[in-house]
T-cell receptor, first 109, second 115 residues
Framework: GQNIDQPTEMTATEGAIVQINCTYQ??????LFWYQQHAGEAPTFLSY??LDGLEEKGRFSSFLSRSKGYSYLLLKELQMKDSASYLC??????????WGAGTKLIIKP | GAVVSQHPSWVICKSGTSVKIECRSL??????MFWYRQFPKQSLMLMAT?????????EQGVEKDKFLINHASLTLSTLTVTSAHPEDSSFYIC???????????FGPGTRLLVL
């Protein structure tokens, strides 16, 4: 079966760094997405990785290891506005997105 | 770029009425659009995938006669909730994928409350 695993909830301190991990098992693989979803709002696109390695975009970076079926989202210099759910999703061989349940990130002052 | 709009953003209706939600890709063409539903504090649930000019593909457990999807053009898909009941109250979100891309871009969502 197809499966995405990510922690349910994480807590971090303002100004710190946090890494949200995601492991996936899919029928074929065409890339890994990270989305941010604030409470009561729709998801917004953060990153897409299809090749191994680290992609950096400002305070946010995303890493992929295809051989390990593993990705992480790294958030630096955390701000209160980063409190949100972070959704990991893998694109399978049919180009269907398989969604994780999301990681709720709580930022404390 | 890659902006998706949804209309209306809020709907309150009486039980038994039908509600139409529009999803538009504003600055790109989308051969594929997706409709999701999300209940409070729960994960996104894919309801159906719609391809321009063809019938939508519904996920298991989603009634196609109750949730009518029309993807008439490369920039517009509509979801009609027919004979809505209180249990249909939810947050409905569409997303669109560019012609040559992999990324789904989401609309802002539509909150439906059925009384």
């Amino acid at each position: 079966g197809q499966n995405i695993d990510q922690p349910t909830e994480m807590t971090a301190t303002e100004g710190a760094i946090v890494q949200i991990n995601c492991t996936y098992q899919t029928s074929g693989f065409n890339g890994l997405f990270w989305y941010q979803q604030h409470a009561g709002e729709a998801p917004t696109f953060l990153s897409y990785n299809v090749l191994d390695g680290l992609e950096e975009k400002g305070r946010f970076s995303s890493f992929l290891s295809r051989s390990k079926g593993y990705s992480y989202l790294l958030l630096k210099e955390l701000q209160m506005k980063d409190s949100a759910s972070y959704l990991c999703a893998a694109l399978d061989s049919n180009y269907q997105l398989i969604w994780g349940a999301g990681t709720k990130l709580i930022i404390k002052p | 770029g890659a902006v998706v709009s949804q209309h209306p953003s809020w709907v309150i209706c009486k039980s038994g009425t039908s509600v139409k939600i529009e999803c538009r890709s504003l600055d790109f063409q989308a051969t594929t659009m997706f409709w999701y539903r999300q209940f409070p504090k729960q994960s996104l649930m894919l309801m159906a995938t719609s391809n321009e000019g063809s019938k939508a593909t519904y996920e298991q457990g989603v009634e196609k006669d109750k949730f009518l999807i029309n993807h008439a053009s490369l920039t517009l898909s509509t979801l009609t909730v027919t004979s809505a009941h209180p249990e249909d109250s939810s947050f409905y979100i569409c997303s669109a994928r560019e012609l040559a891309g992999m990324t789904q871009y989401f609309g802002p969502g539509t909150r439906l409350l059925v009384l």
